[in-house]
């Protein structure tokens, strides 16, 4: 994957540079816009210099305000412009803040000797909009912030957080197929079968996306994202599947071709038939013939053809669901292409459904996202907004805090000596040692694998060793019950201080993890501090 290289900034500028003459804008702006409905923020795609490809679509009335001051338009140019070139060339997304107090995201996309960035968000914190909109409209007159003041849109920091993984699977994936398809040349005389293919396949996601976006319901969006599915592979029988919780199953929320109390009657466990070992595996399914390609399954004699696609709708990393089509018109094949199409559609859908379903759920659930399974800790997402959330509050109070990455040593060991059952259970432990030596204002969280962390608020490097000290000893003198006859384990810790070792959040946990290295290599269960 190339990288941007010694990008330099400057001015942003609109319309599509030379070099992606071709690169279908027109399609990218109806899919950007429908994208922004959707999600409610600003969408803008950029080039690998900063400038605009297409300028952001969703704009309110306060960045309208700010856009129509010359001397705050160029403020704004240089905010993106620079966040742009930062992500380009660190290779990863940049959450930033601009000028104005909003907040928004940069997201780089490498694509075959092409880079683009994707910027979205454009938003106040919220919790803090009226103040930091009081801060940030410094320019405009007195007339115009009375009337923009009822006027400001807010994002939660969970909604901030959670929008690149959403631009990573609906954006990204459409950015690659107008890369990948470039617009074919037309012919003035017949038109060609490949602009003919490129313009129905393009336009059918687009009027999907846009038919989509305007659904909140979701007994509508069920039956809408079969029918559009459906119909653009040329599929006679159908069916959209739903797990559900309360009986452990999948279940038929929309179908196509089935008789109504055969669909209401099916109950499809997780691993079981076509159904559930998509949704086990998380993987689509494209078969031609299904006695040659899946010996394990029986003949489907009660469809017409023996050619289907089975595919998972995820949300995240968890399968959410599954869309099942046969019976291809004029009893032909399903091909890859069609598997690209409904997986393009299957992406844009789950956001939809998440979008429906997140306002009704309760906060338990909305607990549950954030929270690791296995340890019942808050996960890696959580950490990652809370960080944030920190860093958001040293710079405003001028005060500080520490972050301790954790790590088990000689876990893989311990797993092939003792087996994960015993693994798990060792993790378990760690995880209640952790809860109950640290404070109530402290942070805990599971990093991945045998990693934690803990933000320390208002806790300076040095203070915070006795608490890293009270959590290694606590976890060396563990013991366990004979049914788990395991030696006890132990912990090297990094540990960084915000602002003082790092001037982003990305640079604290490097350094943490850096530290936490260094533990390793002096021998292991031991605490070490960063050093510049």
């Keep these: ?58 704009n309110d009335e306060v960045r309208a305000a ?52 994707l910027m979205g968000g454009r938003s106040y914190m919220r919790g803090r909009e009226e103040e930091a909109f009081a801060q940030g409209i410094e320019g405009l007159d007195e007339a115009t912030q009375l009337r923009l003041k009822d006027r400001v849109k807010s994002l939660s920091t969970d909604s901030l957080f959670s929008l690149p993984d959403t631009f990573k699977r609906l954006a990204v994936p459409f950015l690659e197929s107008l890369h990948n ?25 687009l009027d999907i996306y846009k038919s989509i976006s305007a659904v909140m319901d979701k007994d509508s969006l069920y039956e809408l994202i079969l029918a559009k599915s459906s119909e653009l592979i040329g599929a006679e029988r159908a ?31 997780m691993g079981q038939g076509i159904t559930g070992r998509t949704a086990q595996s998380g993987e689509p399914i494209v078969v031609k013939d299904i006695e040659k390609e899946m010996s394990w399954r029986k003949s489907l004699r009660s469809y017409r053809t023996s050619s289907f696609i089975s595919a998972p709708l995820k949300l995240y990393d968890r399968v959410i669901g599954v869309i099942n089509l046969s019976d291809k018109h004029g009893d032909g094949l399903f091909t890859p292409q069609d ?138 003198e563990l013991t366990f019950p004979a049914k788990i006859s395991c030696p006890s384990p132990t912990i090297s810790i990094g540990i960084a201080e915000f602002p003082g070792d790092a001037r982003n959040t990305d640079d604290l946990i490097y350094r943490a993890d850096a530290a936490m290295y260094l533990a390793k290599r002096r021998g292991k269960n031991r605490i070490v501090l960063y050093e510049k």
């Excluded at 001051?69 to 601009?98: M, P, Q, V, W």
């Excluded at 008789?259 to 099916?266: H, M, P």
């Design 239 to 269: 069916s959209l599947m739903i797990f559900d919780n309360t009986s452990k199953a999948f279940r038929i929320k929309a179908s196509k071709g089935l008789e109504k109390s055969i669909a209401e009657s099916v109950r499809i466990k």
């Design 1 to 58: 994957m190339a990288r941007a290289s010694s990008i330099k900034s400057g001015e942003v500028q609109e319309g599509p540079p030379a070099h992606l003459q071709g690169f279908n804008t027109s399609r990218w702006r109806d899919f950007q816009d429908g994208l922004s409905r959707l999600l409610g923020v600003s969408v803008s795609l950029n080039d690998e210099k900063g400038a605009f490809i297409v300028p952001p679509s969703f």
């Design 66 to 117: 700010m856009s129509s001051k010359e001397e705050l338009r160029a403020l704004c140019s240089s905010d993106y412009n620079r966040a742009a070139l930062r992500a380009l060339n660190d290779g990863n997304t940049h959450i930033f803040k601009c000028h104005a107090n909003m907040y928004a995201f940069a997201m780089p996309v490498f694509l075959k000797g092409r880079s683009f960035v």
């Design 181 to 205: 398809m470039p617009l074919p040349k037309p012919d003035d005389r017949v038109p060609s079968v490949a602009m003919m293919a490129y313009n129905g396949e393009l336009k059918g996601l």
């Design 339 to 476: 598997l690209f199409v409904i997986l393009s559609i299957s992406n844009y859908a789950t956001i939809a459904l998440e979008r429906g379903a997140y306002y009704s759920m309760s906060e338990k659930l909305k607990t549950v996202s954030m929270t690791d399974p296995l340890t019942g800790l808050f996960n890696r997402r959580f950490f990652k907004q809370r960080l944030f959330e920190e860093a958001e509050r040293v710079r405003r109070q001028r005060d500080s805090f520490s972050v301790f990455i954790i790590d088990v040593d000689d876990f893989k060991a311990f797993n092939d000596n003792w087996g994960h059952l015993a693994g798990d259970y060792v993790l378990k432990r760690i995880s209640m040692a952790l809860k109950d030596a640290v404070r109530t204002v402290d942070v805990v969280v599971r990093y991945g694998g045998e990693e934690f962390a803990v933000i320390l608020p208002h806790t300076s490097k040095k203070d915070s060793e006795v608490i890293a000290e009270r959590i290694r000893s606590d976890v060396e």
